[in-house]
């Protein structure tokens, strides 16, 4: 096995309906675990098709009933500087494909400022970075999420931390604002890499022949810099779910087909 392949997995389910089942069950299991010993449950949620996919298939499976959401908090990694209720903002869709539809406190969903808010970009991400403290983890002032989900673009970006440019190299804050984003829209707020990767469990998500070349190279040790996804880690799990599709270019040694 190819040296730093190891600390990674990737779970392969055969299309886009059963990989978001699948890791909807995982997602519903760990927070279940996490809630029932009396402890509380940080989420990062992201954005994207597969990610409101996920959100979608748990709150139809049955055990989301059982789980007390009053002990779970949910966070975006990034979102989109739009008005509040726009619907492409991350926290609308999930609120759509899942968060609406569940018992959980207003308070338990942090999600960003918004464009019409009256706070301008950099304000929205200080205001997030504060908010984030609140609930300091072991390695910042962050929430060590319990799962951080991520999606993964065609050019390995991930949250708004885009290949080669400034955001994926700032360590020292928490959160910072993005302009001129290379995907629409062009203002975004995005947490940093310090703060992904002081998450207990990094899950990524992709599904289609589009993500295949990322995946390659993210699993090949590529620079965190030009590959964003490369250098997304979890404390204590790293795992990519994905579909058929996105799985081409995975080595067969790193493959886990328990679906």
């Given at each position: 096995?190819v ?7 990737v ?8 990989l ?9 299991s760990r927070?279940a675990?996490?809630?029932d010993?009396g ?40 979102e ?16 759509d ?5 569940i ?6 969903i ?8 009256g706070?301008d ?21 962050w ?66 022949p ?14 965190y ?18 579909d ?16």
């Amino acid at each position: 096995m190819v040296e730093g392949w190891a600390e990674k997995r990737v779970v392969i389910a055969p299309d886009p309906a059963t990989l978001s089942d699948s890791v909807a069950a995982r997602f519903l299991s760990r927070v279940a675990k996490r809630v029932d010993e009396g402890k509380l449950a940080h989420v990062s949620l992201t954005g994207g098709s597969m990610g409101s996919r996920v959100l979608a298939s748990a709150v139809r499976n049955p055990r989301a009933e059982r789980i007390d959401w009053s002990r779970v908090h949910f966070w975006w990694s990034d979102e989109r500087w739009l008005p509040r209720g726009d619907a492409e903002r991350n926290d609308r869709q999930a609120r759509d494909a899942m968060l609406d539809a569940i018992d959980i406190p207003a308070g338990n969903i942090h999600a960003t400022l918004a464009s019409d808010d009256g706070a301008d970009l950099d304000a929205a991400a200080a205001a997030y970075a504060e908010e984030l403290a609140g609930f300091p983890g072991p390695e910042g002032p962050w929430p060590a999420f319990d799962v951080c989900f991520l999606g993964v673009g065609p050019d390995g970006h991930i949250a708004s931390l885009f290949p080669d440019r400034e955001e994926i190299q700032i360590t020292d804050r928490s959160v910072v604002a993005v302009r001129d984003s290379p995907k629409p829209p062009p203002e975004r707020i995005t947490m940093t890499r310090p703060v992904i990767n002081g998450s207990k469990r990094v899950w990524m998500v992709l599904s289609g022949p589009d993500k295949a070349s990322a995946l390659g190279l993210a699993l090949a040790g590529a620079s965190y810099a030009s590959v964003p996804a490369a250098g997304a880690k979890g404390r204590k799990r790293t795992i990519f779910f994905v579909d058929e599709a996105a799985a081409a270019q995975v080595p067969p040694d790193l493959i886990d087909r328990e679906y």
